[in-house]
């Protein structure tokens, strides 16, 4: 990992057209501007784990979900 020390104004370029600018800085918060072509997908990370931990437990039916869906299936009642 590449560690920067930015001030406020400052960029990093990344490739030929990604550009990263520190916009303000306020105490630990650290707000950040990113320029990049709509090609390039850009989400906060915290969100990836997010939707990755709801994909997972989506895919993952419970025990009582797949047992339901099985009476359900033969055409038994609960």
């Known amino acids: 990992m ?3 020390s930015r001030k406020v104004g400052e960029s990093v370029v990344i490739g030929d057209d990604v550009t ?3 916009l303000e800085v306020r105490g ?3 707000r950040v501007g990113i320029d990049a072509p709509r090609s390039v997908t850009v ?3 915290e969100l990836l784990e997010q939707l990755e931990t ?3 437990e989506a895919a993952s039916p419970s025990e ?3 047992a339901n ?3 359900a299936l ?3 009642a609960d």
Do not use: P, Y
Request: proline share 0%; glycine share 4%.
């Open 2 to 4: 590449l560690v920067l």
């Open 20 to 22: 990263v600018t520190i």
């Open 28 to 30: 630990d918060i650290v």
């Open 43 to 45: 989400h906060r990370a």
């Open 54 to 56: 709801s994909n997972r």
């Open 64 to 66: 009582d979900a797949v």
């Open 69 to 71: 869906l099985s009476k």
């Open 74 to 76: 033969r055409g038994e």
